[in-house]
C-alpha cells in the first residue's frame, strides 16, 4: 500500500480546512504519497475511525478557540494510534495569537505515539470579528504555506522531531468559563435549514432554526453559511468580544513555521 496523507481537520467556517488540505496536498506531491481527508466538523465525521497504515503521515488542522486547540477535538485526537508515525500541526487563528495551542496539540499527539515532525500557525479572518484579518488566507499566506508543506514533506521523511521547541507554557491558558450562548434567528429566515446542516454540534433544529440547543461553540458557522443573513450573535458579550478583537487585532501577524 502507498504512503498517504491524512488530513484531519475540525473548520466550522472553511478556513482550516482549506489550509489543512493545501499543506496536506503540497506535502503528498513532494512525497509523491495520496492524500485522505477527516473530516471532524460534523457529528457523523467525528465518529469515523482514521487508519494509519505504516509509513503514513497526519496533518492536525484546527482552528484556535481561546488560545488552545478546541476541546470538541480531543476525543478524536485521543482515538489515533501514532505508533511512531510522522505528524504535523496546523493552528489556525484570526490575528490574535495562538497562545498555546501549538504546544498543547504536540503534546496530545506526542501522547497518541505520533512524532511532531513540523508545525505551523497561519492567520485566517475571524469568525467572531470578519473585519479582522479580512481576506486572509491572502496570496502571501497561500505561498508560505506552499514553501512550508515542501519543507514539512522533508522534515517527516527525515524523521524529525520539533516538540521540543513549540512556542507555549505548561499549564495551558486557562480558558474564561462558558457562558450559555445561543445564536437569534432573524425575520429574513426561510428556514432553508443551511444553518443545521454546518453546525458542528447539530443543535441547531432541522424543522425550526431557530431553535437551538445548549452547548453552542461560538463558531459561527450558521452566520457564515446562511444565505440570507438571519443567524447573528446579538448578545452583549459578543459583540464587546467584536469590538476588543477589532481594536486591538489590527497589526497583520505573518504565518509562524516550526521545522
Given at each position: 500500500m502507498s504512503r498517504r496523507i491524512h488530513a484531519a481537520v475540525f473548520s466550522p467556517t472553511g478556513s482550516s480546512k482549506r489550509m489543512a488540505l493545501l499543506l496536506a496536498e503540497g506535502m503528498a506531491k513532494a512525497l509523491q504519497a495520496g492524500v485522505e481527508l477527516h473530516d471532524w466538523t460534523l457529528p457523523a465525521g467525528r465518529e469515523r475511525p482514521v487508519r494509519l497504515a505504516g509509513g503514513d503521515v497526519l496533518v492536525f488542522g484546527f482552528p484556535v478557540y481561546g488560545g488552545r486547540v478546541p476541546e470538541i477535538c480531543l476525543p478524536c485526537l485521543q482515538a489515533l494510534e501514532g505508533a511512531g508515525r510522522q505528524a504535523v500541526v496546523l493552528a489556525v487563528y484570526g490575528n490574535r495569537h495562538y497562545d498555546d495551542a501549538l504546544l498543547e496539540a504536540g503534546d496530545m499527539l506526542a501522547a497518541q505515539g505520533f512524532t511532531v515532525a513540523a508545525a505551523g500557525a497561519v492567520i485566517a479572518e475571524h469568525c467572531i470579528a470578519p473585519a479582522v484579518a479580512a481576506g486572509r488566507p491572502d496570496a502571501s499566506d497561500l505561498e508560505l504555506l506552499a514553501a512550508f508543506a515542501a519543507s514539512a514533506a522533508q522534515a517527516a521523511a527525515e524523521g524529525r522531531n520539533v516538540a521540543g521547541r513549540l512556542p507555549g507554557v505548561r499549564p495551558y491558558k486557562t480558558?474564561?468559563?462558558?457562558?450559555?450562548?445561543?445564536?437569534?434567528?432573524?425575520?429574513?429566515?426561510?428556514?432553508?435549514?443551511?444553518?443545521?446542516?454546518?453546525?458542528?454540534?447539530?443543535?441547531?433544529?432541522?424543522?425550526?432554526?431557530?431553535?437551538?440547543?445548549?452547548?453552542?461553540?461560538?463558531?459561527?458557522?450558521?452566520?457564515?453559511?446562511?444565505?440570507?443573513?438571519?443567524?447573528?450573535?446579538?448578545?452583549?458579550?459578543?459583540?464587546?468580544?467584536?469590538?476588543?478583537?477589532?481594536?486591538?487585532?489590527?497589526?497583520?501577524?505573518?504565518?509562524?513555521?516550526?521545522?
Open positions: 480558558l474564561p468559563p462558558s457562558a450559555p450562548a445561543r445564536p437569534s434567528t432573524l425575520a429574513s429566515c426561510t428556514r432553508c435549514g443551511a444553518c443545521a446542516q454546518v453546525c458542528p454540534l447539530g443543535i441547531v433544529g432541522r424543522d425550526d432554526p431557530s431553535l437551538v440547543g445548549g452547548g453552542c461553540l461560538r463558531c459561527c458557522a450558521c452566520v457564515k453559511f446562511c444565505p440570507q443573513g438571519a443567524k447573528a450573535f446579538l448578545d452583549e458579550r459578543q459583540e464587546a468580544i467584536r469590538t476588543w478583537l477589532e481594536a486591538v487585532c489590527r497589526d497583520r501577524r505573518e504565518p509562524e513555521f516550526f521545522l
